[in-house]
């Protein structure tokens, strides 16, 4: 006989497992079970892999959580976490012999990530409690129903549901999408895609917009051209990276844009004032330091 812990688990598959051109985003499995530990592989999604997101919600008991090298925290009902492209997460229960219910919903499409930015979720913000867990676990509970019982409806009452749960999430720190201008959106698109090492002729034609007209509308809101605001949003990822895990440069290289090792390198000396493994060293001597201050004043 299965235990209760055993038993209270459930993982759907969608049954239409590619979007289709109408959805930026789409479920690509749900479900929901009692979390022991978890460990998320490094590089991630591993290589060759479809790029997805996996936005969790906890509704009993209390989960360490740790985010990085630099960011943890203990959540508990009613909280919600998620990870982004290339930086480890790790959790295990606060206390082992105590259930930690989870709901879970693996999303995949081009707009995956822009779809977490909405709910709340950032990079600097990989968790937080949301403002009613009982919409978000209904929503949830939707897209379950939505995968076993699948019909021709399913589909767009999947992407519905998804939309419907951002009501239940705090809200984001960004204008809504309508009031942001085009050289802002065009800033969203770049961070979504560092990975790709899409050009601006690239950015350009995405928008429908020509180079010149890109460049212009940069100078206007940013006082800066494309370029300067992919390097810098290129290298600050990079710095991220390299502070808050242990992946090779090369790799950091490639999940920002920079398929040749050797002119990251190069990039970022070249902004930073230190190639990437001394940026690394002396960040961990810092922090070394820092830990050391605290746990003297305790």
Known sequence: MMSTTQAWRKNVAWPTPHPEPWAGIWPLSCGFHDAGSARLPKPWPPPQT???????LIMRGRLCVVYGAAKHATLGPGAMFTMFKGMPLVYHRK???SPVRLYWARLGGPMSEAYLNALGFSVERPFFRARDPQLVKACFLRLLELGEHHDP????AAVSTLHHMARGCPPPHTRPRSLETLAERARQFMAEELERGLN??????????????????FREAFDQTPLQVMTGLRLSR???????TALSIAEIGRLVGYADPLHFSRRFRQVQGMP???FRTTHA????????????RA
Not at 50 to 56: E, G, K
Not at 285 to 296: A, F, G, I, S, V
Request: hydrophobic residues 30%.
């Open 50 to 56: 479809p790029s997805w997101h996996c936005p969790h």
């Open 95 to 97: 206390q082992p012999d």
């Open 153 to 156: 409806y399913s589909d767009m």
């Open 200 to 217: 601006v002729n690239e950015i350009a034609r995405a928008f429908g917009v020509s180079r010149s007209c890109l460049l212009l509308r």
């Open 238 to 244: 990079a710095r991220a990276l390299l502070a808050e």
């Open 276 to 278: 990437p493994s001394e």
């Open 285 to 296: 001597r810092k922090r070394l330091t820092n830990q050391r201050r605290t746990r003297h």
